[in-house]
């Protein structure tokens, strides 16, 4: 009998401890547990940690809690603009409600990612290339929010989403660079035709305040020499200006400087016309006379003696007027003046 009660007694307790092996279960911190007891969903989620259930009657399925981490794949589509690009993202994920992931929907995994290559797509039509290249902030919200409304039913909380690339046409890269080179192009441009714009008007100013000091025209000359002669060892060839001439002859005589030409004077620098010219004043104790390349006479001629042979008899009447306008002629003889 004793031998009866001790095969019982070991009969249940194997059966016992397999019973506990076959009901234990372990969850871990990052997980729950979802029990399904003879196909419908049991009240309690089971927390981390030791639970048993009943087996062959419960099923237990574990949820991961973790954020999932996502790529959508790269999507092909026409922006707004009728531009073809080729767009991929990333999405952040996590289960908030394990029974409504597990009851809802078959696997939230796959759905999510179906619903962010979805959106995306819609995303690209409804942009234009510039807010895909520049705006993405925006557009990561918009489509973060088309992810996420069908997903709160799924037990999914979307926490972010990326658009990670923008892949374009070479011919659209093509036109990009060149639309860029002629925007730095005019860019450049402006800035140097504000910049003459300023230095015309600095010039305008300095021109003003040499016109009143005309020895500061020497100094900058000056200046400029020096400059030049630093850089090279050379010859330089620099025009001098009439006017610093003119004034420093003024500043030598000790007369006031003039007024400019064409203020009601006439230029004391230019010649009168010949035409307008007044004929010398002659005085009258000078004689003319008229002389030739034949020798003179041994004897000095006096006041009543002929003229030698040869020389012809003076006649004031016979001289030839002067043209000033007219060149000097090929005639040996020119008239003479002695005092």
């Given at each position: 009998?004793?031998?009866?009660?001790?095969?019982?007694?070991?009969?249940?307790?194997?059966?016992?401890?397999?019973?506990?092996?076959?009901?234990?279960?372990?969850?871990?911190?990052?997980?729950r547990g979802v029990v399904l007891r003879l196909g419908r969903l049991h009240d309690a989620v089971r927390p981390p940690g030791f639970t048993m259930i009943v087996p062959g009657v419960d099923r237990l399925r574990k949820v991961n809690m973790q954020i999932v981490t996502m790529p959508v794949p790269a999507q092909d589509g026409i922006t707004r603009d009728n531009v073809t690009v080729r767009v991929d993202a990333v999405i952040y994920f996590k289960v908030v409600d394990p029974a409504s992931a597990v009851i809802q929907v078959e696997d939230y995994r796959f759905a999510?990612?179906?619903?962010?290559?979805?959106?995306?797509?819609?995303?690209?039509?409804?942009?234009?290339?510039?807010?895909?290249?520049?705006?993405?902030?925006?557009?990561?919200?918009?489509?973060?929010?088309?992810?996420?409304?069908?997903?709160?039913?799924?037990?999914?909380?979307?926490?972010?989403?990326?658009?990670?690339?923008?892949?374009?046409?070479?011919?659209?890269?093509?036109?990009?660079?060149?639309?860029?080179?002629?925007?730095?192009?005019?860019?450049?441009?402006?800035?140097?035709?504000?910049?003459?714009?300023?230095?015309?008007?600095?010039?305008?100013?300095?021109?003003?305040?040499?016109?009143?000091?005309?020895?500061?025209?020497?100094?900058?000359?000056?200046?400029?020499?020096?400059?030049?002669?630093?850089?090279?060892?050379?010859?330089?060839?620099?025009?001098?200006?009439?006017?610093?001439?003119?004034?420093?002859?003024?500043?030598?005589?000790?007369?006031?400087?003039?007024?400019?030409?064409?203020?009601?004077?006439?230029?004391?620098?230019?010649?009168?016309?010949?035409?307008?010219?007044?004929?010398?004043?002659?005085?009258?104790?000078?004689?003319?006379?008229?002389?030739?390349?034949?020798?003179?006479?041994?004897?000095?001629?006096?006041?009543?003696?002929?003229?030698?042979?040869?020389?012809?008899?003076?006649?004031?009447?016979?001289?030839?007027?002067?043209?000033?306008?007219?060149?000097?002629?090929?005639?040996?003889?020119?008239?003479?003046?002695?005092?």
């Open positions: 009998m004793v031998q009866v009660l001790l095969v019982v007694l070991v009969a249940v307790l194997a059966g016992g401890l397999l019973y506990g092996m076959a009901a234990a279960r372990v969850v871990k911190q990052y997980e999510v990612s179906q619903m962010a290559q979805t959106s995306l797509r819609s995303i690209i039509g409804k942009s234009d290339l510039d807010d895909l290249l520049s705006d993405r902030e925006k557009l990561n919200q918009g489509l973060e929010l088309m992810i996420d409304s069908p997903a709160v039913g799924w037990g999914v909380q979307i926490d972010r989403v990326e658009i990670k690339d923008v892949s374009l046409p070479e011919t659209m890269k093509r036109s990009m660079a060149r639309q860029a080179e002629a925007d730095r192009e005019r860019r450049a441009r402006v800035i140097n035709a504000d910049a003459e714009l300023q230095a015309s008007k600095k010039l305008a100013q300095a021109a003003q305040q040499m016109s009143t000091q005309p020895a500061a025209l020497q100094l900058r000359l000056l200046q400029t020499v020096v400059a030049v002669a630093a850089e090279k060892n050379s010859t330089l060839v620099l025009p001098f200006p009439v006017e610093l001439l003119r004034f420093l002859e003024r500043a030598q005589q000790g007369q006031e400087p003039r007024p400019p030409v064409g203020a009601g004077q006439p230029d004391p620098e230019q010649p009168e016309e010949p035409s307008t010219a007044k004929a010398p004043v002659m005085d009258p104790s000078v004689t003319e006379q008229t002389f030739t390349d034949r020798p003179l006479p041994d004897a000095p001629l006096t006041d009543g003696a002929a003229e030698p042979d040869g020389v012809p008899e003076f006649d004031p009447e016979a001289l030839p007027e002067l043209d000033p306008e007219e060149p000097p002629g090929r005639s040996r003889t020119r008239p003479f003046t002695r005092h």
